[in-house]
């Protein structure tokens, strides 16, 4: 018999497709958008000029101080530029951070976002909005800041390093591990997760190991798309509760923490998940009492760290992260006990194989 559930689905519109940038100009007038304000960080020039030359004389203005984490100066700068050029749309370029800055600005000003995401981190299919102001960042769910219209190139993510693709798709593994167990977990999610899992799972190597495999780059970033869709309803736990406190603790990078610890995530919650374990093992083609070794077999084989030491936790910050971690991940489908988180961020630091 089925399983009850309850889903809201949430709504948008994808573009999917090597070369599909060029169909923005078609997307934004659908959207009747004749005033649009580019957002992308200076490392995107190239491909923000590139785009901006294909959308002609609709480029109003371009907002360039993308930073990690959307500060609240710097996104009421953006604000201020979205209002000041009476931008009609906004078109986000770039990871998880320039579509953070789209959706701070749709939180203040009512125009519509349309993302172009360069990185593997799944923002853009969220309502999640986050936000930092000092060294507290504050998160939220808005409908409103989800972009209305997603446009994903594969050809744009070739100029993405190892070094960031790396980390940046073992994240968007992450968000479809967990969204199978996460709070708002339901079937039809699981299936979209699994399917996640096996395209990130057989591209990634090729991604890092042949940068220009445009195949590879797009099966990478289709599986990071439907990651982002689990995520938005499946929601986390364990691990991500676990990277959040690292990160807050320790500033360490969010694609490299997410590397190091869903392996051993994984492992913690396996007694609670034997069923979860085998459908995952099923897509991977292993067992599912083999699969928090296969994820940190993934994140070595791309070059991705595989411990917390090696990417910048001092050890004497330990103790503190697992009295942190035990009160956050309080409704972790595995209750989080003190002994068990201890053990498994001993691992994770030590950059030990999970059993
Ligand atoms: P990012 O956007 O900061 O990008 C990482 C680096 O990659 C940057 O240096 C950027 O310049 C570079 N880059 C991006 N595209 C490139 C390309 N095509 N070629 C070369 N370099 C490129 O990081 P990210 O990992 O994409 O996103 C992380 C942020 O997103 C975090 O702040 C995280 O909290 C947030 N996030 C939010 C959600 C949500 O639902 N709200 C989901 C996932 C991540």
Known sequence: MATPFTYDAIPGRVVFGAGSRHQLPDELDRLGAGRVLIVAGEQEDAIAAEIGAGIGDRVVGRFSGVVQHVPVEAAAEAVDLVRSSAADAVLTIGGGSA?????????????????????YAGSEMTTIWGMTSGDHK??????????????????????????????????????????????????????????????????????????????????????AYLAGVALATGGTALHHKTCHVLGGMFNLNHGDMNAVVLGHAVAYNAPAIPELLERIGRVLGIGGDEVPGALFDLAASIGAPTSLEAIGMPADGLEEAVRRVVVEAAANVRPPEQDGIRQMLDDAFHGKRPA
């Open 99 to 119: 579509t953070g800055f789209g959706k701070a600005i749709a939180l203040e000003v009512d125009v519509p976002i349309v993302a172009v995401p360069t990185t």
């Open 138 to 223: 504050q998160t939220g769910r808005d409908p409103t800041v989800k972009p209305v219209v997603v446009v994903y190139d594969p050809e744009l993510t070739v100029s993405l390093p190892p070094a960031i693709a790396g980390p940046s798709g073992m994240n968007a593994l992450a968000h479809s591990v967990e969204a199978l167990y996460g709070p708002g977990a339901n079937p039809v999610i699981s299936v979209v997760a699994l399917e996640s899992i096996r395209s990130l799972v057989a591209a990634l190597p090729a991604v890092c190991r042949r940068p220009d495999d445009l195949d590879a780059r797009s099966d990478a970033l289709y599986g």
